[in-house]
């Protein structure tokens, strides 16, 4: 009987990752993520752009009318006529235009907050289970050298005819059950490592591994939890959907500004032959009396309607989103300390009162693996609730930060 070496080369092999990284560089690199690099491009273009937006709406026509009286008029030869028209406004179409025009930028870099909290989210999420599954690689490998050992023992006892050949069976096949499970972990690892370079925008040539481990984050008591769930219209993607809705009904006003009374100057010049100049000037008035721009401003009323609700929603999805973020933390905090405090330690117990009585012959291995199998699960387990635990907090430290800054800004 012989333990296959082939599983063990590979549970040995370490995929190549790249530099470590730490959580504070995870959340540095996202601010740089391309996307939002593109964000702020386009927020420049527009303010560069609409910082001479004009306060005039519409451009002066001029007309040239070149002409030649035909030779058998009384006095043929070269004529020519010229018209200059300007169409004003008189409902403040300009400044509905620039004032539309100012909310949308401001909508603009709501929504590049916005978008950045979620990458900064996204880069932390990913960061934690890049951690989680190296904390589980290596509890793995721990437990890959006692199976190891484990199994080397029964194989010498079974060959020298102290142990039963089925222990020994059995001590192989739990080897080979934590080296499966360990390949299946360096898998996940290599999806999670994969998961945080796209959270960074970056093309995954060169994986990273966490460096530093978690970060220590302060949450308030949970006696403020209230007050600070009730700020939650303050978080970015709140104030995006609300500026949005000011911008709405900014262009509604734009559009019903639009189709308001025009007026319109015009200056006339006619030079007839052989050296007269005619002048003329006058005004005409456009009254909106049949087309006053229905469509268009049924059109932007329904924007402007919908905008209002999306952002009574989006507030009432931050409220939400906030205390169920700080539920979780409350909850996974509750979760893990029972598992650490609680089960690890009776199942490493039953784990060290089996060894005992399988080295004294009391019993078969079974049930020295099956205590074994539960302990690894409990022990993975484990990192899997701190995991959750420690995501928990900064998820709702990130939200609560976010919350305090706009809420200062505003002060």
Same mark, same amino acid.
């Given at each position: ?99 539309? =025009?100012? !909310?949308? /930028?401001?909508?603009? +870099?709501?929504?590049?907050? #916005? %978008?950045?909290? *979620?990458?900064?989210? $996204? &880069? ?24 190891? =050992?484990? !199994?080397? /023992?029964?194989?010498? +006892?079974?060959?020298?005819? #102290? %142990?039963?050949? *089925?222990?020994?069976? $059995? &001590? ?26 796209? !959270?960074?925008?970056?093309?995954? +040539?060169?994986?990273?591994?966490? %460096? ?34 000011? !911008?709405?009904?900014?262009?509604? +006003? ?158």
């Amino acid at each position: 009987m012989t333990l296959s070496s082939a599983p063990w080369l590979l549970l040995v092999g370490q995929a190549t990752f790249g530099t470590p990284m730490s959580f504070d560089q995870a959340l540095g690199l996202a601010e740089a993520h391309p996307t939002l690099a593109a964000q702020d491009a386009a927020l420049q273009a527009r303010e560069a752009r609409e910082a001479d937006l004009s306060a005039v709406t519409q451009n002066p026509t001029l007309q040239i009318l070149p002409g030649w009286r035909l030779p058998n008029s009384d006095d043929p030869g070269f004529e020519i006529q010229m018209q200059l028209t300007q169409q004003l406004d008189l409902g403040g179409w300009a400044g509905r235009r620039r004032d539309a =025009a100012r !909310a949308e /930028r401001q909508t603009l +870099a709501a929504g590049r907050r #916005a %978008a950045a909290l *979620a990458q900064r989210m $996204e &880069a932390a999420r990913a960061w934690f289970q890049l951690w989680r599954y190296e904390a589980e690689l290596s509890a793995l490998d721990e437990e890959a050298e006692l199976a190891r =050992a484990l !199994a080397t /023992r029964l194989r010498t +006892a079974v060959e020298a005819g #102290a %142990a039963l050949a *089925a222990d020994g069976v $059995e &001590a192989d096949i739990f080897f080979e059950e934590v080296a499966t499970h360990r390949l299946d972990a360096e898998g996940l690892r290599f999806d999670a490592a994969m998961g945080l370079v796209a !959270a960074l925008g970056q093309d995954g +040539a060169q994986l990273p591994a966490t %460096a530093g481990g978690p970060p220590q984050v302060q949450i308030p008591e949970e006696q403020a939890w209230p007050a600070l769930a009730a700020r939650a219209q303050d978080l970015p993607d709140a104030a995006h959907r609300a500026l949005a809705a000011r !911008a709405a009904e900014a262009r509604r +006003a734009e559009v019903a500004a639009s189709h308001s009374t025009k007026l319109t100057p015009t200056l006339y010049a006619q030079m007839e032959r052989p050296q007269d100049v005619l002048l003329f000037a006058g005004v005409s008035v456009q009254l909106p009396l049949f087309d006053k721009g229905e469509r268009d401003r049924g059109l932007a009323e329904a924007e402007a309607i919908t905008a209002r609700a999306e952002a009574r929603d989006a507030a009432v999805t931050a409220g939400r989103t906030l205390r169920q973020a700080l539920h979780e933390v409350e909850h996974t905090r509750e979760v893990e300390q029972h598992v650490r405090a609680h089960v690890l330690p009776k199942v490493e117990q039953w784990v060290a009162l089996t060894q005992r009585r399988f080295d004294a012959g009391e019993t078969e291995l079974m049930p020295v693996v099956a205590a074994r199998r539960r302990l690894v699960a409990e022990r993975i387990r484990l990192i899997e609730l701190e995991e959750e635990r420690r995501w928990s907090e900064v998820k709702a430290w990130l939200l609560l930060a976010t919350t305090l800054s706009a809420a200062e800004a505003k002060e």
